[in-house]
C-alpha cells in the first residue's frame, strides 16, 4: 500500500484539477432534471449519477445538484472525470439506505477520476479505488461516514484529500 504526503495530494488535485478541465462537456445530474440524455443542462439532466456518468467520457464534469440521492447500487466511475456537487458535502448527500447489500457507493476504477464534495453515509462501504498500481486518482472535500465496512479502501494508491473519514465500520 502507498501513501502519500498531504504535498504529493495537492500536486495531484491541481494537475488533475488543470486536465480535466481543458476540455470536455458538462453533465447534470438533478432530482427535478427532465433526465434527457446527454445530460448538458439542468433542465435535461440526469436523475441519478450513474446515468450521467454512463455517457460522460474522459475530460468530461459530473456536476451534481443539492440534495440527498438515495443509491442502491455501487455506482463506477471508470473514466477520467471529475464528479463534484454543486454545494458541497453539506448539502449532497450519497445515502446507501443503511443496506450493506448496496456494496460501496464508488469503486473508482480510472486512474484519473476526481470525486468532490459529497457526503456518503449508509454503505457497505465508502470509496474503493479498484484500479492498477500507481493511480493519481483523487478523493476529495468528503464526508464520509456511518458505512459498514471501510470508509475508503485504497488498492493500488489513490488520495483522500480534506475528507472527513469516521464512523465506519472497517478496519
Known sequence: MRTFTNLTCS???????????????TRYVSSKGA????FTSWATAARD?????????????????????PIGRTIVVNTAV??????????TVLDG???????WCFDVQSDRAIVDGFTITRFGGGVRFSHREGTTAVV?????????????????????KNC????????
Open 11 to 25: 500536486a495531484l488535485s491541481v494537475f488533475l484539477l488543470l486536465a480535466a478541465s481543458a476540455s470536455g462537456e
Open 35 to 38: 433526465a434527457e440524455s446527454p
Open 49 to 69: 449519477i450513474a446515468s450521467a456518468l454512463d455517457v460522460a467520457v474522459d475530460g468530461d464534469q459530473v456536476v451534481v445538484a443539492p440534495g440527498t440521492y
Open 82 to 91: 471529475t464528479l463534484r456537487s454543486a454545494a458541497g458535502a453539506r448539502k
Open 97 to 103: 439506505q443503511g443496506s450493506p447489500r448496496n456494496g
Open 140 to 160: 476529495r472535500n468528503c464526508v464520509i461516514v456511518r458505512n459498514a465496512s471501510h470508509g475508503i479502501f485504497f488498492n493500488h494508491g489513490g488520495c483522500a
Open 164 to 171: 472527513t473519514i469516521a464512523y465506519n465500520h472497517g478496519a
